[in-house]
Nanobody
């Protein structure tokens, strides 16, 4: 059974930074791509960033490109999302997921429970 546990969310002022972490259980972490998605009430889950199994390839939503950075440490079974220059519209519950490198949520099989990020203006 794969478990994903996010941490690092919180309340931050606009222009600030947060670093989200997602720790994965199991010995197959390095075989899969990882992604970050976010969701606000009443809206569809939205792609944020993805990283290939090796970390050699990344992709970002246009709305976060240049501000967010996804990375992974396969030795620690952990994927990160560094979020800089945060804006109020980044406020959401952020989820990490394991699957195949894609911007589509259906490509991901396992999901964490989510961590709340709130950006105040």
């Amino acid at each position: 059974q794969v478990q994903l546990v996010e941490s690092g969310g919180g309340l931050v002022q606009a222009g600030g930074s947060l670093r989200l972490s997602c720790a994965a259980s199991g010995r197959t972490f390095s075989n899969y791509a990882m992604g970050w998605f976010r969701q606000t009430p009443g809206k569809e889950r939205e792609f944020v960033a993805a990283i290939s199994w090796s970390g050699g390839s990344t992709s970002y939503a246009d709305s976060v490109k240049g501000r967010f950075t996804i990375s992974r440490d396969n030795a620690k079974n952990t994927v990160y999302l560094q979020m800089n220059s945060l804006k109020p519209e980044d406020t959401a519950v952020y989820y990490c997921a394991r699957g195949y490198s894609s911007t589509v949520s259906t490509a991901y099989e396992y999901w964490g429970q989510g961590t709340q990020v709130t950006v105040s203006s």
